[in-house]
Structure formats: C-alpha cells, structure tokens
C-alpha cells in the first residue's frame, strides 16, 4: 500500500504578474514549490513525491531540492512537464515506479496544506474510496455566464447554481493508482480537457467523495494570495 505525490509545476503562473514560474517563487524566502513538497513529505504515509517541473527547469527544480531539507524517509523524483496541466499530471504518472497503489495530485500552488488534510485524503482511499477530493463550502454566490455574443458586449447571467450544495475544489487530491491512470488514458484520447483531476474519474463514471478540505490550502494565483501566504506562514512562525 505505497502511497505517491505527484505535484504539477510546471506553470507560468502568469496571473501572478511578471517573474519566475509560479513555483519557484519565494514564500517568506523559500520558494513555494519546496513549501508544497515539505506539506506532502510531512505525511509519514508518503514514500514517494515527483515533481513535475517546466521542460526548462528540471536541472534547477533539481537543485533546489537538493538545497533544501526535506525528509529522508520520502524519495524525490523531478520530470519535466507539458503544455497543460492535465499534460503535466499525466507525464508525472508515467514516471511512477512499480507498486504504488494510493496517488495523490497536489498542485505547487498551494504550498501551505496541513498534514492532517493530507492524511485524511490517504486515509479516504485506504479505506476504498476510488477518487477524494479536499473541499470548502463556497462564500461566495456563484453564477453560470453566457460569453458575449459581441466582443465589448456583457457576459449574460444564465443560472444561479443553489450555493449550499457548491464546493470549492482543492488539492491534493487522492486517487486509486489505476483508477487515475485509466481516467488520463482514456480523457487525454477524447483530446479533453479537465481543470481538476477528479474530473476526468467523474467523467468515467466513478464516485468521488468529498472530505473537509481546509482554509489553509488556497491556491496561490493572483499578488493578493501571496500576501495572505506569507501571513499564514507568519502566523505559524509566531
Ligand atoms: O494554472 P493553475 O493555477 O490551474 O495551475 C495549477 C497547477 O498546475 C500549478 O501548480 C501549476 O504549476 C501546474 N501546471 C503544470 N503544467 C502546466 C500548467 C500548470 O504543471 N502546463
């Protein structure tokens, strides 16, 4: 029962602003891929984390793991990624050795998961869930829009989903090994594309459950978020 990471990297994370890929970017001077591999290896169910990094940057996503502690009863592997992220998961599965019965996906954008989140997505697939995906009800009211027919035209309002029975995804995101595998076979030959990994074991047909995801888990996207990471990360110094 081994249980692997693979953690996707390999972003421009161009919402961010201008300067390096997302990941590598430093959080209170640690850049925020080192963050999200630690918040992984801190699971003493974790024996393996491959990282996923851009085409360019294996050797220095390489080196920066070698700069950093990290804990020696985990491997590290570091492969280069793809065009998208579903592109990226998928070249991070293929580099999985033998035996590995238990895959999370956690993406390098959200650097700050606590362990016990992590544990309890292993724990959900332990106990025969095929698919776990971390999740937090939704603040704020969300609507389905219509794009503009017109360039410069307004975006049409076209359903308000009930907001209580709305999550918002997070990651990692835990998975049967070959449930997984078969999902990015099968949705990467339908030439579709999925935002979340999840997704593409839904659209097999498969269940997933929910559990509690967890605040501190927010994804890193725009300036203001690295702003609130370096609070947290503050705030956990104190
Ligand atoms: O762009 P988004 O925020 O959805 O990216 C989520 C995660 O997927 C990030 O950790 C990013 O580095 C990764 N990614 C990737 N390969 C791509 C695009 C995104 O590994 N081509």
Redesign the pocket.
């Known amino acids: 029962r081994r249980t692997a990471v693979v ?7 161009v ?1 961010l602003g201008p300067g390096a ?3 590598l970017r430093a959080l209170s001077g640690t850049p925020m891929l080192v963050h999200a591999v630690r918040a992984m290896a801190a699971s003493r169910a974790v024996s393996l984390v491959v990282v ?1 990094a851009p085409a360019d940057g294996v050797a220095e996503v390489k080196h920066l793991l070698d700069d950093h502690a990290l804990p020696e009863r985990t491997d590290y592997l570091v492969v280069a ?5 579903q ?3 998928h070249l991070g599965l293929k580099a999985l050795p033998d035996g590995i019965t238990t895959v999370l996906v956690h ?3 959200r650097p700050l998961v606590p362990v016990d989140t992590v544990d309890s997505v292993i724990e959900a697939v332990r106990d025969g869930a095929v698919a776990v995906v971390p999740a937090l009800p939704v603040a704020d009211t969300v609507k389905e829009v219509e794009p503009a027919g017109t360039p410069g035209d307004p975006e049409q309002v076209v359903a308000t989903p009930v907001r209580a029975r709305l999550r918002a995804v997070q990651t990692p995101q835990g998975f049967d090994h070959d449930t997984l595998v078969n999902a990015h076979a099968t949705i990467a030959l339908a030439g579709e594309g999925a ?1 979340d990994d999840a997704g593409m074991v839904e659209r097999l047909g498969a269940p997933v459950v929910v559990v509690p995801g967890h605040e501190e888990a927010f ?1 890193v ?1 725009r300036p203001l978020d690295l702003v609130l990471a370096e609070a947290v990360l503050a705030r956990r110094r104190a």
């Open positions: 953690i996707p990297a390999a972003g421009r994370g919402r890929p997302k990941a996923v990624g793809g065009d998208t992220r592109e990226s998961v993406d390098a954008a935002t994804k996207t």
